[in-house]
């Protein structure tokens, strides 16, 4: 990974350049052209990533280390690692240490944003972006949540967790009836 002042040591003006033609299009066109042209951008990376997630099965914690794997060929520097919260994984954080946007999506976090939307369509499950390199955090990081259950059938059942890693919500089952 690089350092922001060795990127700015090598840098040879791309970044200025992008930025540049970025204000441009949302003076000429309009302020939503950079964020369709950021979606647009992401889509074509949705589609290849799409391809390579399409066998790896319904568990979003499998798909996101098939997402890291994939954006770690691509240059990322991406891991996952578990979060842990209540009885067991809460979820996963998808990390990545690299970003070819970063300069630019420090002026147009519709970059981000874009991203973000394609993991979650990606992985099937709502995630949420907690950290950005563009934000000037050590990496950018989205919370995958995922499903635990407890083991032996006196325990309670499955465990939805939300996007806040700290929190676990019991799942009720409608055939259970509820208890006072």
Partial sequence: MISSDGHSALSSGYDDLATEALHFLASAVGPDA??????????????RYAAELAGVGDDPHERAAALAAALARDGYAASTRPV??????????????????????????QFCDAETEAFSRLLGVHVQRLA???HGDHVCTTFVPGVTATAGPSGPGPQTVDTNPTRITPTTNPSEGSSS
């Fill in 34 to 47: 950079v964020a369709t042209f950021a979606e647009q951008r992401v889509s074509e990376v949705e589609r």
């Fill in 132 to 134: 950005t390199l563009a």
């Fill in 84 to 109: 842990e919260g209540g009885s067991g994984t809460a979820g996963l954080q998808l990390c990545q240490g690299h970003c070819p946007v970063q300069h630019v999506a420090t002026e147009f976090p």
